[in-house]
């Protein structure tokens, strides 16, 4: 069988699970509407709640994120037939994707605890900008690798950004984390077949991805200071890239390190792949050390 069946078989196989595990859900009933009120003309959008450090940033970013999906959708949709199991993954993905921006936004409307006038002048300069996959995703496997890297590192910025908030917040992140993580269980297994068919081709794709790997909103206006106020909160940053996404997955999961089968290029790949990641780990020990002096040897 050719990759693109056998990822059409597996593809069907994953979205049976999918709905078997997915819960049903209502954005409307985590939305504490009781603490708010109306805006009127004179609100000038300045009046934000006070957050942690950091939180403001990880709101910001996640919800602008979640809010270029019809960019992300048009994406994966045109990439596969809509009558094949891909197509109607894509459609059900989109469809919960979508409560996510929903969920999120009604939450901060409420409790007013970002600028929603800057808030919605971003949204518009991110979906007007639109979303350009990177240059380096050659092939569906790439695609598939970096879905799933990028759900992963989805769900816990999203679960640590409702760490930092209270508790209504807290439940709207953990909710919407909990959908990220399906998603990425679909797309890891998804390249894990790709992996037993074609080791060569997905071995490339992922050393491709792992060195390209850039979260969907780095486009966004000041991502650069945004990301490192997330970084300095702990919510998403070097080490955990590398501890909660790149060892569980690309080493422990996929097991790189010992994928049988490859030729010279598959094996340089590896290669590259794993040294990468272990620039990653040092780089993570160095950072973590810089913050607590006692760890320094």
Avoid at 68 to 79: E, G, Q, R
Wanted: proline share 5%.
């Amino acid at each position: 069988m050719s990759l693109p069946e056998v990822l059409e078989d597996t593809a069907r196989g994953l979205l049976e699970r999918h709905l078997v595990r997915a819960k049903e859900w209502f954005p409307h009933q985590l939305v504490p509407w009781g603490a708010g009120r109306d805006f009127s003309p004179s609100d000038l959008g300045d009046e934000a709640g006070q957050l942690p450090p950091g939180a403001a940033s990880a709101l910001w970013v996640g919800l602008l994120t979640e809010d270029n999906l019809p960019h992300y959708f048009h994406v994966i949709a045109t990439a596969f037939p809509p009558d094949s199991a891909m197509g109607e993954w894509s459609r059900r993905w989109a469809a919960e994707e979508q409560r996510h921006a929903t969920v999120i936004r009604d939450w901060v409307c409420v409790t007013r605890t970002l600028d929603l006038m800057a808030l919605e002048r971003a949204r518009m300069r991110q979906l007007c900008s639109g979303f350009r996959p990177g240059q380096k995703a050659h092939t569906v496997t790439d695609g598939l690798v970096y879905l799933t890297l990028q759900e992963l590192a989805t769900r816990i910025s999203h679960w640590n950004t409702g760490e930092l908030l209270e508790p209504t917040g807290q439940a709207v992140l953990r909710r919407v984390a909990a959908d990220e993580n399906l998603h990425f269980l679909f797309y890891r297994d998804m390249v894990s077949a790709a992996l037993a068919l074609d080791p060569d081709d997905a071995v490339m794709a992922i050393d491709r991805q792992v060195s390209a790997f850039e979260m969907p909103g780095s486009g966004i206006d000041g991502f650069a200071q945004h990301a490192a106020a997330i970084a300095a909160a702990g919510v998403y940053d070097f080490g955990v890239h590398y501890e909660q996404v790149l060892l569980p997955v690309v080493i422990n999961h996929w097991r790189i390190e010992t994928v049988e089968g490859l030729g010279a290029e598959g094996e340089s790949a590896r290669d590259r792949a794993v040294a990468r990641i272990g620039r990653f780990k040092r780089v993570a020990e160095r950072m973590d050390a810089q913050r607590d002096p006692a760890k320094f040897r």
